[in-house]
């Protein structure tokens, strides 16, 4: 397999996103629904507990999203898209929301995988702002595609 991230740049600045991945020859594809930062011990739908803060939650919902990867034959090294959806309000825009944290995303890999920093080659990424998620106290939901990777 084959696969390439290319850099976009606005001006001079790297952004904390790629433009695109190009991908050949792949196995195949993981495609992760959203995951949240609830205690994924507990049933939620029965008042398990979400983690508090947009911080924690975005943290956890990277940690689900590495350990599914993982479970599913592939890894963070082999995301090509990510949308992370953030809950409102925005008056000043979806990337200026508190509940927006690039900081942790980039400490999680840099951590697990710096090449998914948004300072070195980020995978694309779709940031979309919501009015609401599943539950009231949910801030953030990430979802991703993966490639499997050659054995």
Not at 102 to 123: A, G, K, T, V, Y
């Amino acid at each position: 397999m084959e696969m390439k991230t290319y850099k976009l740049y606005h001006g001079d600045s790297l952004m904390p996103w790629g433009k695109g991945t190009v991908v050949k020859d792949a196995k195949g594809f993981v495609f992760l629904a959203g995951a949240e930062g609830h205690d994924p011990t507990q049933d939620f739908r029965k008042g398990g507990k979400i983690v508090e803060g947009a911080a924690a939650q975005t943290r956890l919902a990277l940690e689900k999203i590495k350990s599914r990867l993982e479970e599913m034959g592939t890894s963070l090294e082999n995301i090509v898209h990510m949308t992370i959806y953030i809950k409102g309000p925005f008056p000043d825009g979806v990337v200026n929301s508190p509940n927006f944290r690039q900081d942790i995303i980039d400490d999680f890999f840099r951590e697990h995988c710096p090449s998914l920093c948004s300072d070195d080659n980020p995978p694309t990424q779709d940031l979309v702002g919501v009015a609401s998620l599943a539950l009231k106290e949910m801030l953030v939901e990430i979802g991703c595609i993966a490639v499997l990777p050659d054995d």
